[in-house]
Structure formats: C-alpha cells, structure tokens
Nanobody
Framework: QVQLVESGGGLVRAGGSLRLSCAAS????????MGWYRQAPGKQREFVAH???????NYIDSVKERFTISRDNAKNTVYLQMNNLKPEDTAVFYC?????????WGQGTQVTVSS
C-alpha cells in the first residue's frame, strides 16, 4: 500500500514563503515522477510542478521563478519551496507520484496567502 504524507502548509502573508514536503512510502515503491497539483476554491485542480527521478523539472508558468521543486530519491520525498507567495496561490496542494506502481495522491495540505 502506497502512502503519500504531506506537510508544511499554513497561513502566510503575501510575499512570504512556505516549504511543502511529501513523503512516499510502500513496499518496492520507486516512483518515476513526483509532483504537486493544487485546487483553489471553486476551481479545477491544476498542475503546479513535477520532478522526475533523474531530476528533470517542469512548472506551470504562474509559479516559475517563485517555486522550486526538489527531490530526495533515497527518502522518496519531494519538496516544494514556495517564495514570494501571492493571494492567488491560495489552494489545497496535493502531492502525487507516478510510476510502475501506478498513480497515487496525498491527502492535501492547505496553503493560504493573505493580502
């Protein structure tokens, strides 16, 4: 059974920073891709960023230059460093992993940015 456990969400003022973490566990679990989606109130879930096991990254345009995704393969953990946060970044952030074991999601962590 694969589990993804997120942490690091919270309330921050505009311009502030947060760091999200997502630890994946499960027997013989070795995801190829790990990343983040987010869902703002009343909106569809949208892709934010991902990173492959080889370190290749991809970001949605609205977070480029502000967010940095990184990964510790030994710990099956992915991080999302979010700087210069804006009120429009307010959302529930969901971690995901994809690979031989299939697609898995975390439970979500709330990020709220006040103006």
């Amino acid at each position: 059974q694969v589990q993804l456990v997120e942490s690091g969400g919270g309330l921050v003022r505009a311009g502030g920073s947060l760091r999200l973490s997502c630890a994946a566990s499960g027997s013989t679990f070795s995801p190829n891709v790990m990343g983040w989606y987010r869902q703002a109130p009343g909106k569809q879930r949208e892709f934010v960023a991902h990173i492959t096991s080889g370190g290749a990254t991809n970001y949605i345009d609205s977070v480029k230059e502000r967010f940095t995704i990184s990964r510790d393969n030994a710990k099956n953990t992915v991080y999302l460093q979010m700087n210069n946060l804006k009120p429009e970044d307010t959302a529930v952030f969901y971690c995901y992993s994809a690979g031989v074991g299939g697609l898995h999601w975390g439970q979500g962590t709330q990020v709220t940015v006040s103006s």
